[in-house]
């Protein structure tokens, strides 16, 4: 039940392409969803989170879709350029206690 | 401000030794967080320091262990080590439970 589902494990996208990465969760407590990039030889850094609150938030060309009944949030990046290029992470928590459970990954390149 | 820093970068030990590894957050930041990154598993939860107390612990062997000092940085021991502790080790801090994760760029420990 603590688990966090991702997909794809690994995705290529030409660039101005649209990606797309979906997270599936079981624990309809969680209540914090943020999703991280990680650059090869760096830590994750947030890209943008969302509350179950809302059904989607967009910052830049970073939209998060939430569906709260499917228990499913996905990240949808526009316009993707190689810069993208980067592993992303969604993950999730139970508001203020403690960890993030993080979903496994997908590995996204962009080519040009 | 300096972000949070980890050491060392490399460590390489053999199979029954000890690995120490350190954290030290960014200023003003109380809890730590340590996180196991092993190819193709994501990022699994270690431990979660705040305040100088073990908050909570992943699903990971007692040789697993760390602690929290006064000025909040932290250490991660791995005591009689395994080839498949082998893995980059992240340690992230936030300024209160379930907010934002800042993450150093790891320590990756090899293990032959």
């Known amino acids: 039940q603590q688990q966090v589902k991702q997909s794809p494990q690994s995705l290529i996208v030409q660039k101005g392409g649209i990606s797309i990465i979906n997270c599936a969760y079981e624990?309809?407590?969680?209540?914090?969803f943020p999703w991280y990039q990680q650059f090869p030889g760096k830590g994750p850094a947030l890209l943008i989170a969302?509350?179950?609150?809302?059904s989607e938030k967009k910052e830049g060309r970073f939209t998060i879709s939430f569906n709260k009944s499917a228990k499913q949030f996905s990240l949808h990046i526009m316009d993707s350029q190689p810069g993208d290029s980067a592993t992303y992470f969604c993950a999730a928590s139970i508001g203020n206690t403690d960890k993030l459970i993080f979903g496994t990954g997908t590995r996204l390149q962009v080519f040009p | 401000e300096a972000g949070v820093t980890q050491s060392p970068t490399h460590l390489i030990k053999t199979r029954g030794q000890q690995a120490t590894l350190r954290c030290s957050p960014i200023s003003g930041h109380t809890s730590v967080y340590w996180y196991q990154q092993a190819l193709g598993l994501g990022l699994q939860f270690l431990l979660w320091?705040?305040?100088?107390?073990?908050?909570n612990r992943g699903n990971f062997p007692p040789r697993f262990s760390g602690r929290q000092f006064p000025n909040y940085s932290s250490e991660l021991n791995v005591n009689a080590l395994e080839l498949e502790d082998s893995a980059l080790y992240l340690c992230?801090?936030?300024?209160?439970?379930?907010?934002?994760?800042?993450f150093g760029e790891g320590s990756r420990l090899t293990v032959l």
């Open positions: 624990n309809t407590a969680f209540d914090y």
């Open positions: 992230a801090s936030s300024l209160y439970v379930s907010s934002e994760l800042f």
């Open positions: 969302i509350r179950p609150d809302v």
């Open positions: 320091y705040d305040e100088g107390e073990e908050r």
